[in-house]
């Protein structure tokens, strides 16, 4: 079922590809980046902490740029069509902080222990947790990445849905988020199974949980789907890319790293992202 809200960049992103199917694969790509992040805090001797900073500080200039820059914008175009030059505004902005309360709300729901976003590096694979909190960790681990990716595929899904030019760097910077996230993963379900295999396994699984987002998402919305419906849910997913950015992969970066190696990936994601929303242009 075709998607109806009007917009130029609606159409087929590859030869023979419907729009549908391209923003699902670029999701699954993000999504499975989970198992670089495994396959790091089993085979690397040792993390480069310097590149790591760089890329998140990168991921997080390439979201927050594309949600202010695009997706805001077009989702306050959208609403502002249904509900008029006053009301339109207003909700795009509502919209755009229910998204930020909706994500925050799950990390706090998630106790910091269990939370895949409590980024943990290789090097904590040699500190082992007290065995009675092995089984918990893991059984929390599965449910807390299923809540986490959600959202995150959704924010793929959509950007991917409404132009390549959105998709591809929002599904590059959440693959890039998600390698630590891996990290984080694999290390406490390695201490509660004991078993490489398993703990890389199910991290690397545990990524299906985006695409997972994206196809509930994209179910239970196609139904109904309008432009002021593409409004509310666009104007919530640049909320979540900002409050990811923010509270999760900046923090991250300067634990892994140089406070300005931090900030000037950062500026390179916004300079890249502004370059390829103008080459689309």
Do not use: W
Request: a neutral charge.
């Amino acid at each position: 079922m075709a998607l109806p809200f009007a917009s130029g960049a609606f159409h087929a992103s590859l030869s023979g590809m419907s729009p549908v199917v391209f923003a699902f694969s670029l999701t699954l790509f993000a999504g499975l980046a989970t198992g670089i992040g495994s396959a790091i805090a089993f085979f690397a001797k040792r993390t480069n902490t310097r590149f790591l900073a760089i890329s998140l500080g990168f991921s997080a200039g390439v979201m927050i740029y594309v949600s202010f820059v695009e997706i805001f914008p077009k989702a306050q175009v959208a609403l502002t069509a249904v509900h008029g030059a006053r009301l339109g505004p207003v909700l795009t902005v509502v919209s755009f902080f229910i998204g930020i309360a909706l994500i925050a709300l799950v990390d706090q729901l998630i106790p910091s222990g269990e939370n895949p976003h409590e980024v943990r590096g290789p090097e904590d694979m040699n500190q082992i947790p007290d065995g009675a909190k092995l089984h918990r960790m893991g059984l929390f681990m599965a449910l807390a990445i299923a809540i986490h990716n959600f959202p995150e595929g959704l924010a793929t899904f959509m950007g991917a849905l409404q132009a390549p030019s959105l998709g591809i760097p929002i599904a590059v910077a959440i693959a890039i988020h998600n390698i630590p996230e891996g990290i984080a993963v694999s290390v406490p379900i390695y201490y509660a199974t004991g078993s490489k295999r398993k703990a890389f396994t199910q991290s690397f699984l545990s990524g299906l949980a985006e695409p997972a987002g994206a196809l509930v998402g994209y179910f239970l919305l196609r139904s109904f789907f309008s432009e002021a419906v593409f409004g509310y849910v666009f104007a919530a997913v640049g909320g979540i890319m900002v409050f990811i950015s923010l509270d999760e992969l900046l923090p991250t970066a300067q634990r892994y790293g140089e406070h300005h190696l931090c900030i000037g990936g950062l500026v390179a994601g916004m300079a890249v992202m502004a370059t390829s929303l103008l080459l689309f242009l």
